[in-house]
């Protein structure tokens, strides 16, 4: 069966040459004036000997086609036969199917063994619909030839050559009768065969050749990767894994007074460190010890005070150094082990702090997760239950106009900083005096109008989700005026673990006897959510490796073969996406692998374009060792005429290149100093407009009326009626009489 298509086959494609050299010939004595040449005739003998080709070769593939269908050992055998004449004679247009086409086309029928009508048109039409390719496979003049072309692609003997109402009929047919030959190929065959087969296709043999140097480049970078891995994840912290360490579980809910507990051990030890997940929470740390009689000093990724005789370090969890021994480290908000790109900080922090004792504050769903990483680590646990110091009860009279709930003890919380200003400028239009908590603050700002609230300047804050990691507000209610946030790819509803974080924030103990929790938007879900118990994270997230880095390959590729390696047991990758971008961004700029490691590890918005912008010039100056140049981008020193949104985007820049400084350039003390003095100016700055109670409301798009926070739409109702024509123009009021 396979030799009778592929004579057919060959059959074919020789008359289709042949008519297409005598449809010249024939053109060229019509130009010539000679109408009744001998090239005519040869022309249309040669027409003729090509439609019965075309019919055999149909004839043949509808005969081939049946046994596909049937079953049994012997109709199998001709399946594969079937399937291999597929692949050695797909078609394509010459030079223009990429090694990209090839891959897609392998990880498809090798994945699940069949090709989807999307990968099927990539690979058969180069991505094009049927109808165009067929159509401009050769030139618009051979009219024809493309007909025949059409007839050559032909599944169904119905349509005539020139009825060109069913030329989607005949693509259609063909790309079916194609689905059906690839069906079960990669069952059929191994990948290593379908790309030999590939090989012999010459349509697509340039790019099969690319394809397979690809992989076989590839195969090395996952091959070292493999090598280099240890046994277990746990080994990647050699230093860690020659001591004896004993964890202290403090499981609870939020208000349960965890960090409490753990705080007061550390306030004991000759060395000790505290790891946060929020700057912001780390500062406020960083105070209470010192407060408290216990010398602490602050380092974070923008930001190190020195504190005289210190013994405790308070910290983000990024900035862990692995080689520091500590008597006691205390890990807070454990449960944050599963986020997809923060996750792997606290992972590493459990296999790697050099400690004796580490105190782990955590929700109840995180117990099995990090219970298995301390036990994969050959470390002993024990677990402090702690229950919540103050009832949470769910307020069902919440009213829907929030601005009347607004009094002392209240926190409004919505999810992007628009949001933020909207409501607080709404409150402060009605007379309520308020403090503004979000993400883009810098962290001063955000502890200043935290204690405006504490000593009674403000009435009411207003936040958006940065509240719910451990920050210690007196607050007696908190009311979701939304339940939707966009998590950075998608609009979203808020799951059941991020609104119990958040709602727990309600009910200070020694303060309050009860704490509430309400919403204006899909009560029941919330009330739901606040009382639900939440099921066990089973995987915590892994990062890649510093260790790694060393390994052949550059840093795309080796983050991206890293994330299709399969991972232990009880582990599950980080999403490095964001850091696989940047890297290749960098790499075609440099070789250098430590460099763009270094680079990609810096955290910013790559989002903002201004902030990506400033990161680029500093990789540039440091690749091209004009490092001499990073204080040009100090921003300027603020005036009064700059705007609120101005004023954070360089507060970022300040972090950006305080970052860069201390890591690229040894430290320089005094540019670091004018850096955090700057940044103190800026942060002033902020404070000052955000101390004048006058934020932005949500305005009309159109006439930039003020609207309520609750309003559907961006327009006002006279620009939506006048739109609409409902509106016409005022007539004048005196009339005649």
Known sequence: MNEYLNEKYKETERLLKEYIRLKADAKQARQEEDETSEAAQKKKSAKNQLKRACEDLLTACKIAEAPVRCSGVLDETVRETLREYFIRFMPGKPGTVKSAGVRSYLARVTEKGSLSDRMTRAILFNGNPPENYLLNFVSDEDEDVRRTLRLLRRVHDKAGLNTKHLIQEQ??????????????????????????????????????????????????????????????????????????????????????????????????????????????????????????????????????????????????????????????????????????????????????????????????????VVKNVIAACGDSYEVVRHERLVPLVFDERVSSDFTKEARRGTAFIVFSRKDVHAVAGELQRKGHRCSVIYGALPYDVRRNEVKRYVNGETDVVVATDAIGMGLNLPIERVIFLTVEKFDGTQQRSLTPTEIKQIAGRAGRYGMFDKGYAGSIEERK??????????????????????????????????????????????????????????????????????????????????????LKALWLSLFRDEKSSRV???????????????????????????????????????????????????????????MELLSRQRLSMKKCRICGKELPFRHKFGVCEECFARAEGRIRPQRNPRRRR
């Open 628 to 686: 001499g140049r990073y204080m040009d981008y100090l921003p300027p020193k603020p005036d009064e005429q700059m705007p609120l949104d101005v004023l954070e985007v360089q507060f970022k820049a300040c972090d950006m290149l305080y970052h860069y400084i201390e890591a690229f350039t040894a430290g320089h003390t005094e540019d670091l100093r004018a850096v955090l003095m700057r940044k103190n100016e800026i942060s002033a700055r902020i």
């Open 525 to 610: 879900m919330v009330r739901k959510a606040v009382f639900a118990d939440i099921p066990q994270i089973r995987e915590a997230r892994i990062g890649f490796p510093y260790s790694l880095t060393g390994i052949d390959g550059t840093i795309s590729q080796l983050m991206s073969k890293w994330g299709e390696i399969e991972p232990k047991s009880g582990f599950e990758h980080a999403d490095l996406s964001i850091e696989i971008g940047l890297a290749e961004e960098l790499e075609r700029e440099t070789n250098d692998k430590e460099l763009v490691y270094r680079f990609v590890m810096i955290p910013f918005d790559e989002k903002n374009e201004e």
């Open 171 to 368: 693509t259609a047919g063909y790309q079916a009768f194609m689905e059906d030959h690839a069906l079960g190929i990669g069952r059929s065959f191994s990948e290593k065969t379908i790309a030999n087969l590939l090989l012999k296709n010459p349509l697509l043999k340039n790019g099969t050749e690319g394809y397979l140097r690809e992989e076989r480049k590839r195969n090395r970078v996952k091959n070292g990767l493999l090598d280099a891995m240890p046994e277990t994840y746990p080994d990647l912290f050699p230093l860690a894994r020659q001591k004896k360490r004993q964890f202290i579980l403090h499981i609870g809910p939020t208000n349960s007074g965890k960090s409490y507990d753990a705080l007061n051990v550390l306030k004991q030890a000759e060395k000790g460190i505290y790891l946060a997940p929020l700057r912001l929470l780390a500062y406020e740390k960083f105070e209470e010890l010192n407060e408290d009689g216990c010398p602490c000093s602050l380092k974070t990724g923008e930001e190190e005070i020195g504190i005289p005789f210190s013994r405790v370090q308070s910290s983000t969890i990024e900035v862990l150094d692995f080689a520091q021994e500590y008597d006691v480290a205390v890990i807070d908000e454990a449960q944050m082990i599963t986020d997809s790109q923060r996750g792997s900080a606290w992972t590493f922090a459990l296999l790697g702090v050099q400690a004796d004792t580490v105190h782990v504050c955590l929700a109840p769903e995180a117990e099995t």
